[in-house]
């Protein structure tokens, strides 16, 4: 609409009236001017929006880099070897271990869970502990589910390993969960 318009042109334009005696009176609208397309500006694919224009190293820059790569190399040369004579041994990474709560859920009330529980620690990998006992929680319905706990090291061992081994069990597993999981 036009910015020309008061507000009493307005408010008959949209149908309202201004006193509550006067009825209301449908206004023919004044013809809009068309909206011009909007120019697309040509597609630069070379912009930059941080301002750099070079995109490639100059001369001295490489020149530079290349003098402080040699510098770093031989700072850490010359530290390996004063280390090796005064005899330190590099720090070895401490093993992480992660706790484990998962929560099994069997298909139906019937199933047998300390069977179940018996034939999912026959599992075993390099780095994976089963925990010594389990729980049975109530879920709904007569229907318990299996609380049980592993340790992994996170080394050696993917949670999604364990957990599709026990979804494996499609005729007595509906799902698992990871109730909980804390490095140790």
């Given at each position: 609409?036009?910015?020309?318009?008061?507000?009493?042109?307005?408010?008959?334009?949209?149908?309202?009236?201004?006193?509550?005696s006067?009825?209301?009176?449908?206004?023919?609208?004044?013809?809009?001017?068309?909206?011009?397309p909007?120019?697309?500006?040509?597609?630069?694919?070379?912009?930059?929006?941080f301002?750099?224009?070079?995109?490639?190293?100059?001369?001295?820059e490489?020149?530079?880099?290349?003098?402080?790569?040699?510098?770093m190399?031989?700072?850490?040369?010359?530290?390996?070897?004063?280390?090796a004579?005064?005899?330190?041994?590099?720090?070895?990474?401490?093993?992480?271990?992660?706790?484990?709560?998962?929560?099994v859920?069997?298909?139906?009330?019937?199933c047998d869970?300390?069977?179940?529980?018996?034939?999912?620690?026959?599992?075993e990998?390099?780095?994976?502990?089963?925990?010594?006992?389990?729980?049975?929680?109530p879920?709904?319905?007569?229907?318990?589910?299996?609380?049980?706990?592993?340790?992994?090291?996170?080394?050696?061992?993917?949670?999604?390993?364990?957990?599709?081994?026990?979804?494996?069990?499609?005729?007595f597993?509906?799902?698992?969960?990871?109730?909980?999981?804390?490095?140790?």
């Open positions: 609409m036009s910015a020309d318009l008061t507000f009493d042109e307005l408010s008959l334009i949209l149908g309202y009236a201004t006193s509550s006067a009825p209301a009176v449908a206004v023919a609208a004044a013809p809009v001017p068309a909206a011009k909007a120019t697309k500006p040509a597609a630069d694919d070379d912009f930059d929006m301002g750099d224009d070079d995109d490639e190293e100059t001369e001295e490489k020149a530079a880099n290349k003098a402080r790569k040699e510098r190399a031989l700072a850490k040369r010359l530290k390996e070897e004063k280390d004579k005064e005899g330190k041994k590099k720090k070895e990474k401490p093993v992480e271990k992660s706790l484990i709560v998962l929560d859920k069997p298909w139906e009330a019937e869970l300390e069977a179940l529980w018996k034939e999912i620690i026959k599992y990998q390099e780095g994976l502990q089963w925990g010594a006992s389990f729980k049975l929680e879920v709904a319905f007569g229907i318990k589910k299996l609380v049980m706990t592993c340790t992994i090291v996170d080394s050696l061992v993917l949670l999604d390993d364990v957990t599709d081994n026990i979804e494996g069990m499609e005729d597993v509906q799902s698992v969960v990871v109730a909980s999981m804390n490095k140790i």
